[in-house]
């Protein structure tokens, strides 16, 4: 499938201590790379969809190791930039049953978070794209990055690509406030958002009804509600929200929805062991575009983001390494885990 689309963001080293050891008893590390819009590209370029990335990264042998794991994937890195000074790293420490898992990062000063605006040419960039993806970690970055994400928007909505943003809030970066405002505002240009239930009510005050009373009620109605306060608000086109229940560090039930503007399409629920969570809603916004871009079907998109997503906590490491005949199987219920002879 030969589908153009373009992620920017930042690719990150991760660092994390060997199984379930705390940060303060390793003695050693594990090394990989990923990064949220990164994790998406390769995602998509692994399902066949040509993929962009679009980042900045500092010319040393980390940003080297960056850009060859991105290639290895087959994603385009023609327009990565090379400069600034270092690359952001973060430190992940596996949770286990009560205790949850903790990052820490280290990006401040990365080579992204001072990209200027002449360092990309979206007109360029977006030359045979069809599908722009960007979440709201980038522009939470600071510096230029909030006018940089603008401009790409603009361009893109001025060429009649489709545009999808994965809220993805993150406590550690920015407040509730500033992130509401800022990505608002960038709503503005967007067709498809992707969003949890608990951001959609802090950052933007859409809360289902009922959910005061029950914070882990769920219905069709209340999807049905925030999905279209959503659309309303930012004249989107789809929402996507995706809903986890927490039962240990270790297990979740986890599924979705998708409104279309008709209707909401539910996915199954997934109850889940998992081996590494991140990555996982990267690997659902990555499975979600490849569901509307191969079917334009709504139940079968968000069917397919979800059992991408269960998958995801299956493999260690911020990439998704599946093939999409591996998602149908678990989209026809084979999810039993039996050995394949």
């Known amino acids: ?8 963001g930042e690719i990150m080293l991760r660092l994390t201590p060997p199984g379930y050891e705390r940060l303060m008893q390793a003695r050693n590390l594990e090394m ?30 980390l940003g080297d190791g960056a850009l060859d794991e991105l290639r290895r994937y087959g994603v385009d890195t023609s ?5 600034g000074d270092r690359l952001g790293v973060y430190y992940m420490e596996r949770g286990a ?3 949850g898992s903790d990052v820490i990062y280290d990006r401040t000063g990365s080579a992204i978070a001072n990209a200027v605006l002449s360092d990309f040419n979206w007109g360029e960039i977006f030359a045979g794209a069809g599908w722009f993806h960007f ?20 361009v893109a909505k001025a060429r009649g690509i489709t545009i999808s943003c994965d809220i993805n809030f993150r406590t550690k970066l920015w407040d509730a406030k500033t992130a509401g405002e800022s990505l608002g505002k960038l709503l503005e240009y967007v067709d498809v958002c992707i969003v949890n239930e608990e951001h959609a009510g802090e950052l933007f005050g859409i809360y289902a009804p009922g959910k005061e009373k029950d914070r882990d009620a769920f219905n069709r109605d209340m999807a049905l509600y925030v ?13 996507a929200i995706t809903y986890r229940r927490t039962i240990s560090a270790n297990e ?11 209707d909401v399409y539910i996915s199954p629920k997934y109850r889940i062991e998992i081996i590494d969570r991140v990555g996982s809603g990267d690997a659902f916004a990555a499975g979600l575009i490849y569901g509307l871009v191969d079917s334009e079907k709504p ?9 991408c997503c269960a998958l995801k906590h299956t493999i260690e490491g911020d990439f998704n390494h599946v093939y999409v005949d591996e998602v149908k199987k678990l989209m026809d219920g084979n999810g039993g885990g039996r050995v394949s002879r």
């Open 79 to 83: 327009f990565i930039v090379r400069g």
């Open 252 to 262: 979740n039930i986890w599924w979705a929805t998708l409104y279309d503007g008709g």
């Open 135 to 154: 979440t709201g970690i980038t522009p939470a970055l600071g510096g230029e990055l909030f006018d940089i994400t603008m401009e790409a928007c603009k």
């Open 32 to 61: 990989i790379y990923g990064g949220a819009e990164a994790n998406v590209a390769v995602s998509l370029a692994r399902f066949g969809i040509e993929s962009r990335y679009v980042t900045k990264l500092p010319k040393n042998p």
């Open 227 to 239: 999905s279209e306060e959503l659309k309303e608000r930012f004249d989107l086109q789809k929402v």
């Open 299 to 307: 139940q079968f998109a968000v069917e397919f983001g979800a059992a």
């Open 1 to 8: 499938m030969a589908f153009k689309i373009v992620t920017f």
């Open 97 to 99: 049953s009560l205790r």
